[in-house]
């Protein structure tokens, strides 16, 4: 009988396990790019340009 006996037998099985392998990599790197747009739009806090930046602003940018 040997190893190659059950190769047709659970083709597809292993078919649909790499299939499905496969998506959840692509999910997670999607999942993982959009986190990662997310994150930079809430850091891209401007100073107000009217303002001039004094060295609190520099020393402490968190004080509003």
């Given at each position: 009988?040997?190893?190659?006996?059950?190769?047709k037998?659970?083709?597809n099985?292993k078919a649909?396990k790499?299939?499905?392998?496969r998506?959840?990599?692509?999910?997670?790197r999607?999942?993982k790019?959009?986190?990662?747009?997310?994150?930079?739009?809430?850091?891209?806090?401007?100073?107000?340009?009217?303002k001039?930046?004094t060295l609190e602003?520099l020393t402490?940018?968190?004080?509003?």
């Amino acid at each position: 009988m040997g190893i190659h006996y059950d190769y047709k037998s659970t083709r597809n099985e292993k078919a649909l396990k790499k299939e499905a392998k496969r998506k959840a990599r692509i999910e997670q790197r999607r999942a993982k790019k959009f986190s990662h747009t997310k994150s930079n739009e809430s850091e891209k806090k401007m100073h107000d340009i009217d303002k001039p930046i004094t060295l609190e602003d520099l020393t402490n940018p968190d004080k509003d």
